[in-house]
């Protein structure tokens, strides 16, 4: 169906595509497949301060033993982003997408931590590029 | 020209032999009436019945452009009768104004769950976590007047600070007053021209709610009673010159004590603010009820609060009251019996606070499926009979529908055989109610058939996944985790976020007896631990209570997809003078994480609508719905009559709330409560272009 333009400030007409960027689960770029969860793509400190926020953030609602498990093993061969996506438009619930773009980053250095995946050298980005090229890799994965 | 159409009632006198025909009803169960053994009980409030009738009011909200209640009218129908906004038009909806909403507390609130009431030329609503209160020109968005609570501990205690529902507005002497509860259960009333709290209302406006529901142990130097947490989201409701207050308890997931403080529900003069009666949730000895507590855990447990906001028909005097979950919401092992008035409908005189009807919805709660909406009345005629009607959209996907005035289901609701649990010490209920129509409007319970489905392999890793739990259909009890027979908990589907909630909940309406009911495909884990292992697995301190649970969630499907098959969410239009759904469509378009996903790539992948509840409206000729929390920031415009999808306009943030309509000016207004991440808390009014 097809609509004359109309004069609303931000608004605009039938059938509109949602014009955000679209962000694949996956990374497209092969050399991406190199980096996996079990690379050391957080640091322990990073996912000190990520227990530190769960705590505060999320044990509302997410006992602690939660993070650990299936929440996670299931998004394997999803890329980080898909996760950190969820997390900031819909958590916490009292408030979403009021931690700040690093703690959210940090609560997914701990979990990634409680699932026996490696810290490493280098902290997790915070950058959503970086993030889509990290994918999840349950540890014992054969 | 905009008509503003009646709603066709009974007459009193009708509405008065419905009654009486009831009552006989009631003292000949049929074995699907709930309150057995009540008739006796039912017969004593008659006389109050007769005394409310007498007062007269036609239930009232929308008449002239207005939105007087959270749910439009008192009945919370969410119906506007306006049509100036139509198919042929709305294509052309703008922005009139937009108002900001994200600073009304320490932190920038990105989620706005307030829903204006419009009265007269002014708006009212909440904003922020201090649950500040404004007065809005519903023309221009401009902000006449704000106040609120100063700052205090129990405010800053307060498990909802950034819930808030909206206000309720009464009058007095000809003079309008707003009502709010505030995040610390304070309740305040305040004159609606100025914003100044009404001197002579409690003190100095204020109303303490931590006082006044009984002999609990009491903390004077918080002034807050010890056990538990009680505050409340919702707006109170009035009815004639009372005003009715519920409440809401901190999540019952995996409490610490199973002591807690019953959510009594309490009526208060709109004049003075004086307590005028306290129906007790948790029956008191000597109180109908009482025996549903087998033991003595009705001294010191608590909950069941009356969270979502409430309806009330001023003409038969009664207010409706849906109910939660007794503490806590997946074990009940120390709490054996049906347990009264925990997840049923309670119909009160509201004027006296004596039970004219109830219906339990769940026997013995071990699933959170507490009452999550606002009941909505609705006149229907069903078999050439008119009925005046209560319908209540619940977590479990089932709609409730009665004869208000009576309590008696308008089609037979089944007591049937439900598994049992086998988590020591508990005793679930043998039966749970079934309603026989309508038929639910989401999927109910775990089988193969309802996974993901895409391809034969994400299939097959959903069973996997899905396999260490226990499957069955909607009443299967929680489990244990780690139990000996190899699982780590049962699957509850709906589940805690799935089915109606308040954020979708329904709109119904009052021309055709059409409810629309905004539903989402969810499901919970529910897996219970020992009380002493809570520190452990939870965080914090253990529970006294034998077991607990690991909280509501679920978990995802394969390589992050959901776990179920799609529709994720659904818009269901039913008519309730046949209760059979005349259509229903998926909630929005398919998300990029499903056409994107690697795995799903090439394959005809249907609109599966969002994960989701949509936030929906009801006009005259229209539906329109925002996608709701964390989704795209789209407003949907839908055929009420089809369900065809005309138009969607674009929004500056996603949906929070149920949305509302008014005329003023001669334009007829939406507004929206949109935030989401990046944008925060803002009124959106959409309206035509002037001069259109």
Redesign the interface.
Known sequence: ?S??A???????????V??AP?????AQDPEAEARSTLDGVYTAEQAERGRQSY?KAC????????AVG??VR?????SLY??F??M???MPE?????LRRREYVDIIAYMLQVNGMPPGEQALSTGSSRLRQII?RWSDTP | MTEFPRVARLSTAAATLVLVAGLQACEAPSGTAQGDGGSGDAAQTAPAMASSEAAGGARTGTEDGEWRYWGGDEGSSRYSPLDQIDGDNAMDLEIAWRWWGANYGPQVDYIYRGTPIKVGDRLYNVAGSRRAVVSIDPETGETLWMWRMRDNPRWAASTRQNYGKGVAYGEVDGRGRILVITPGYYMAALDAETGRPIESFGEDGIVDLHRGLGDYPFDPEMGVYESGDITSSSPPIIVGDVIVVGNSHDRGYYPEKKENIPGHVRGYDLRTGEQKWIFHVLPQPGEFGHDTWENDAWTYTGNISAWAPLSADSELGIVYIPTDTPTNDYFGGFRPGDNLYGTSLIALNADTGERVWHFQMVHHDVWNMDNPDAPHLVDITVDGEEIPAVAAVTKQGFTYVFNRATGEPVWPIEELPVPQSDVPTEQSSPTQPHPTKPAPFEMQGMQEDHLIDFTPDLRAQAIEIASQYRWGPVFTPPSLWEDEDGTNGAFVVPGANGGANIPGGAAVDPETGMLYVASQRGHSVISLIPGDQRSEVVGGEDSNMEYVSRGPGGIRGPQGLPLLKPPYGSITAIDLNTGEHAWQIPNGDTPASITEHPALQGLDIPRTGKNAHANILVTRTLLFYGEGRGQEPLLHVVDKATGEELYTIDLPATTNTAPMSYMHGGRQYIILSVAGAGEPAQLVALALPEGY
Request: a negative charge.
């Open positions: 169906m609509g004359r109309t004069r609303g400030f931000l608004l605009a007409l039938v059938g509109v949602f014009a679209i962000d694949p689960l996956r705590m044990t509302e609602c997410h006992a602690l033993a939660w299936d929440v299931s998004w394997e061969g999803a898909g996760f996506d969820v900031t438009r819909t009292s408030n979403p997408g009021s999840f």
